[in-house]
Each structure stands twice: as structure tokens, then as C-alpha cells.
């Protein structure tokens, strides 16, 4: 079965700065790979996926992800943090003839001004 | 359309007491899913319809849990005799078309306190 993880279930960081979320996957067949982002008392939103083609995928909200077979990753970044980013941001991946989406644990992102 | 909506929002019951959710999916798609979602977890599957069948259910789902989505349009799910354990975030998605890597969108979850 394919699954994520996701280190760090906190991650600070200062407004204008970089912001990295690290996702790993585990999966025995070419995955799909979403990033997830969840505001307080609100559905979970997408922010990008990969399915096929370009390992380089852009976003919303500034927001970018590759992903590296190589190294099983699907790391998600944005240049310059703003305060509006501070929410929960959530990797996920499936396969296909899957129908279930594998959740990782989740990173909660507190920017500090 | 507004998408995914869910209701109630926040659901307090005692234990052993029944529960039941309802999800209005978006009108066009095809596919309703349910997760669940603990504290400090990512959202986990628990079933999954195409139109009115149920085609998966996780071991997640009990026998206490029971899910319908008559004639393909809103779903609910019931939660027989619950438990503290069942205490979540229950989270409702739909999707258009087959196969995975189609986007699913979430409803903002409806929050079950057993006390």
C-alpha cells in the first residue's frame, strides 16, 4: 500500500522567508502526488498535484512542488512567506485503480512576522 | 454551485447514542468519499462511492458505521452505539471522472464530541 510521511508536525517560519514542507512516499507503482492545505474550520484545499509529464509543478498561491523519483520526494516550496500562509498543509498520494487518497500527518505552518 | 457542503458542523453526543452526517456533494460529480480525521492525524479514507454503489470500505469502518449515497446524489453517513474513540472530524469529498489523480474537493467536515 503507498503512504507519506511528513516530518515535523510544526514548522516556523519568519515572513518573507522560505518555506520547505518535506513529503516522502512510499509505492510500488508511479504514484499521484497532491498537496493539501487546510485554513482553521475549513475543507482542505488543493494547492497542487503531480499526475504525469513535467516533475516541476506550479500552484496556487505561489506555491510549487517536484517531484524526484529518485529520491521518493515531493517536497513543497514558496519563496517568501506571508502571513496568510499560516494554516496546515497536507501531502497525499494515490494510484492508479486506487481510489483512496493516503494522507500524511500533516504539517502545521505558523508564520512569524 | 458552492461545493462540497456538510452538515451538521459540530455534533455532540453521548456515548452509545447514534449519530448520523449528511454530505451534498458537487451536483456533477460522480464519486463521494468519507474520511475521517483525529487530532494531530491526516485524513484517513474510510469508504468511497461511485453514483449509489459503495465499491470500497476500509477496515476503519466497523460494523458500527454504516454509509448510503441513494440514487448517486447526498450521502450520510450513520454511527451506531458511539464510542469516545469515535470522536473526530469526519470529512465528506467528491470528484468527477475516473481513475486517480482527479481532484477531490472537501466539504468543511462536520466535528463529532462523544462525551
Known amino acids: 500500500a503507498q503512504s507519506v510521511t511528513q516530518l515535523g508536525s510544526h514548522v516556523s517560519v519568519s515572513e518573507g522567508a522560505l518555506v520547505l514542507l518535506r513529503c516522502n512516499y512510499s509505492?510500488?507503482?508511479?504514484?499521484?502526488l497532491f498537496w493539501y492545505v487546510q485554513y482553521p474550520n475549513q475543507g482542505l484545499q488543493l494547492l497542487l498535484k503531480?499526475?504525469?509529464?513535467?516533475?516541476l509543478v506550479k500552484g496556487i498561491n505561489g506555491f510549487e512542488a517536484e517531484f524526484k523519483k529518485s529520491e521518493t520526494s515531493f517536497h513543497l516550496t514558496k519563496p517568501s512567506a506571508h502571513m496568510s500562509d499560516a494554516a496546515e498543509y497536507f501531502c497525499?498520494?494515490?494510484?492508479?485503480?486506487?481510489?483512496?487518497?493516503?494522507f500524511g500527518k500533516g504539517n502545521q505552518v505558523v508564520v512569524i512576522p | 454551485d458552492t461545493g462540497v457542503s456538510q452538515n451538521p458542523r459540530h455534533k455532540i453526543t453521548k456515548r452509545g447514542q447514534n449519530v448520523t452526517f449528511r454530505c451534498d456533494p458537487i451536483?456533477?460529480?460522480?464519486?463521494l468519499y468519507w474520511y475521517r480525521q483525529t487530532l494531530g492525524q491526516g485524513p484517513e479514507f474510510l469508504t468511497y462511492f461511485q453514483n449509489e454503489a459503495q465499491l470500497e470500505k476500509s477496515r476503519l469502518l466497523s460494523d458500527r458505521f454504516s454509509a448510503e449515497r441513494p440514487k448517486g446524489s447526498f450521502s450520510t453517513l450513520e454511527i451506531q452505539r458511539t464510542e469516545q474513540g469515535d470522536s473526530a472530524m469526519y470529512l465528506c469529498?467528491?470528484?468527477?471522472?475516473?481513475?486517480?489523480?482527479?481532484?477531490?474537493?472537501f466539504g468543511q467536515g462536520t466535528r463529532l464530541t462523544v462525551v
Open positions: 503531480y499526475t504525469t509529464g513535467a516533475t
Open positions: 509505492s510500488s507503482v508511479p504514484p499521484y
Open positions: 497525499a498520494v494515490s494510484v492508479a485503480g486506487n481510489n483512496r487518497l493516503a
Open positions: 451536483s456533477e460529480h460522480n464519486r
Open positions: 469529498a467528491s470528484s468527477f471522472q475516473q481513475g486517480a489523480g482527479t481532484e477531490a474537493f
